[in-house]
């Protein structure tokens, strides 16, 4: 077997906020009566306000949710994507990861790369966006 390093809690390292300093846009205080803003952002902050993740990628957690390709599916086996658990969904779910500037320590901490969450296709929100991919470029 393969000696594997632990995953880093958040895309910057272990520390919420290294040195006092946010490293994305998230929500500091407590969610959702104390918005301490000590990222300097209310809403959606402008893409690079932040220093990039070791790959030089910008905004990898906070800021808005992503979509992915990816159906949810809480049940590995499900046949459908509108299917979960037993349950019939009548709208497909997508999965979403990242977190947004709405997620906060004491509530779902979900900017971790570790997390996701599912999001109806037919739904869109004030902090959910999506990352455009290009393959195949070289420098």
């Known amino acids: 077997m393969?000696?594997?390093?632990?995953?880093?809690?958040?895309?910057?390292?272990?520390?919420?906020?290294?040195g006092g300093k946010p490293m994305a846009n998230t929500w500091q205080g407590e969610l959702?009566?104390?918005?301490?803003?000590?990222?300097?952002?209310?809403?959606?902050?402008?893409?690079?306000?932040?220093?990039?993740?070791?790959?030089?990628?910008?905004?990898m957690a906070g800021n808005v949710w992503e979509?992915?390709?990816?159906?949810?599916?809480?049940?590995?086996d499900?046949?459908?994507?509108?299917?979960?658990?037993g349950t019939q969904r009548r709208t497909p779910q997508r999965v979403m990861k990242g977190g947004s500037y709405l997620c906060a320590p004491n509530y779902c901490q979900r900017y971790r790369?570790?997390?996701?969450?599912?999001?109806?296709?037919?739904t869109s929100t004030c902090h959910l966006g999506f990352r455009c991919i290009v393959q195949g470029q070289e420098k």
């Open 2 to 18: 393969a000696y594997r390093e632990k995953a880093s809690e958040h895309v910057w390292g272990d520390e919420y906020l290294p």
């Open 78 to 85: 499900a046949s459908s994507p509108c299917c979960t658990a």
């Open 32 to 59: 959702p009566w104390q918005n301490l803003l000590e990222d300097g952002f209310e809403w959606p902050a402008p893409v690079g306000s932040f220093p990039p993740n070791g790959y030089g990628l910008h905004d």
């Open 113 to 122: 790369p570790a997390a996701r969450m599912a999001q109806d296709v037919d």
């Open 67 to 76: 979509w992915t390709t990816d159906w949810y599916r809480r049940d590995g």
